[in-house]
Nanobody
Framework: QVQLVESGGGLVQAGGSLRLSCAAS????????MGWYRQAPGKQRDFVAR???????NYADSVKGRFTISRDNAKNTVYLQMNSLKPEDTAVYYC???????????WGQGTQVTVSS
């Protein structure tokens, strides 16, 4: 099965930047859509950004203009560049990958992002 590992989270001051990475390993058949979600305590897991196999991107309104998603297909890795971070961006960030074998998303374990004011 596919394994997804996020990295790059941490503590940053408001207005600062972080870059998250998510590397996929294991048995991968083709290159599929990958995305980022986030979840704060007591809240739902919300969509943040996604990038298709054709490099088309979509963003949540709350992060548009501040975050940039990209991917390196050769490395099976997706990135999330986060600029102008706000305290409300504080959450655990998860990456996902569409699995054509299970017809569902594979999820990583998440990486904590904390933005202080």
């Amino acid at each position: 099965q596919v394994q997804l590992v996020e990295s790059g989270g941490g503590l940053v001051q408001a207005g600062g930047s972080l870059r998250l990475s998510c590397a996929a390993s294991g048995t991968i058949f083709g290159i599929n859509d990958m995305g980022w979600y986030r979840q704060a305590p007591g809240k739902q897991r919300d969509f943040v950004a996604r990038i298709t196999r054709g490099y088309s991107t979509n963003y949540a309104d709350s992060v548009k203009g501040r975050f940039t998603i990209s991917r390196d297909n050769a490395k099976n890795t997706v990135y999330l560049q986060m600029n102008s971070l706000k305290p409300e961006d504080t959450a655990v960030y998860y990456c996902n990958l569409w699995s054509p074998t299970s017809l569902s998303y594979d999820w990583g374990q998440g990486t904590q992002v904390t933005v202080s004011s």
